[in-house]
């Protein structure tokens, strides 16, 4: 089975959890490790952490200072349609009295001259493969492909064709089954960039289009296409799937993991993590150190879920830390978990040399990579203080990651 990752839906959390915090606040109790320093906040972490943590559950949310003291934050929230949905890069789209209307954040950039219909309540069901340039936008309705310009109407261009992306050079776009395409931002081809088959796994990193054709990793800039690497080479299946890593690039098979720079010379390369001789599945995206010295990521192993089944399977999902030039993954953290049966996931999010990790199931960790220091176990807090075991988000800071 290949190694997937998901992204997790995020349940809602009622009020009376609210209700609960509150009743903390007032009563100033304390959680693990309390001391002194820390009477009248919410709960102690005995000896601080890293840098200030945030974690959310619905609207609920707590920030861990430095100094370990925890206290209630308000969390604010992007007033959105209620039918929107989310494509790459914070943004979405809806369909509001018949007009396609297009924002990123709490802002709207842009709403249709033309009448889009949906069929069903939502408007996923009809939309897809958003993108927004520097000065146009690209969409997918029922399978056809438009252009507009961010102050201007939209005009279809092409049939069984989808938005890729833009770059300096214009939009690269996919014409199912035919051929890979240039399109300036009015609409017109460019050039051809590559004629099936290939495979769909494409990837828009910084100015260049990465994709897998023949055994081969080929870059796009602009018009100019050119090989940067062979897959059989790196000692990947041809069912091997591309992804990106920041700004650089992951090639993943069932077995084997390759991470790329953006010139396609690897930066790590290693069999994927096996437990009781089964590989793990990648349960999170990798992310890159600030100083670009490695890679973290989670494995995930254990009970096959049963979506018949009321009981969770369990296991236990590990976070890896992969240096630049290794050939296996360090095992930094490992945790045992209730898996979720569908939609679930992990992430992790450097903060210098530590990790914070979290899932889908609650649990939430902050990780020293070096090893000089134990791991911060934040689950029993957000259990008793949030009230939720499943839908936490966690980050470094006081804003999420992108904003």
Known sequence: MRPARRICLVRAIRVSALAILIGFLANGSLGDGATGACTGRLACIAGGVPAPITITA?????????DGGVRRVAIVRTVLPPDAAFESGGVWFSIRHRHLVIGRGSRRLWRSRGEFRSSRRYAWDQ?????????????????????????????????SELAVGFTTGGLYTFQWHRRLLLRSDAGSVLATIARWPFEVDLQLVRRSLYFLSHGKLMRAQGART??????????????????????WLELV???????????????????????????????????????ASAVAFT???????????????????????????????????????????CERG????????????????????????????????????????LRARDGVSAYWGAHPPGR
Do not use: C
């Open 58 to 66: 619905g609207g609920v949310g707590i920030r861990i200072g430095r």
């Open 127 to 159: 939309v897809g493969d958003v993108q927004v340039g520097p000065h146009a936008l690209a969409f997918s309705y029922a399978n056809n492909l438009y252009l507009a310009p961010l102050t201007g109407p939209e005009r279809m261009v092409g049939h």
């Open 226 to 247: 050119q090989p940067v690497g062979s897959v059989p080479a790196l000692g990947l299946s041809a069912d091997s799937s591309l992804q990106t890593v920041g700004p």
């Open 253 to 291: 098979d069932d077995n084997r993991l390759v991470v790329l720079r953006s010139d396609g010379s690897p930066f790590a390369s290693i069999e994927v993590p096996r437990t009781d001789g089964r590989p793990e599945t990648i349960s999170s995206s990798l992310v890159v150190a600030p100083n």
């Open 299 to 341: 494995g995930a192993s254990g009970d096959t879920p049963n979506p018949d089944s009321a009981r969770r399977p369990r296991g236990t999902e590990t976070v890896y830390v992969l240096r630049g030039g290794a050939h296996t993954a360090t095992p930094v953290h490992t945790e045992g978990v209730e898996f979720k049966v």
């Open 346 to 385: 992990a992430s992790v999010q450097w903060h210098g040399g530590w990790l914070l990790y979290d899932n889908s199931e609650g649990n939430v960790v902050a990780i020293d990579s070096t090893g000089a220091h134990r791991a911060i176990e934040l689950s029993g807090l957000v259990g008793r203080l």
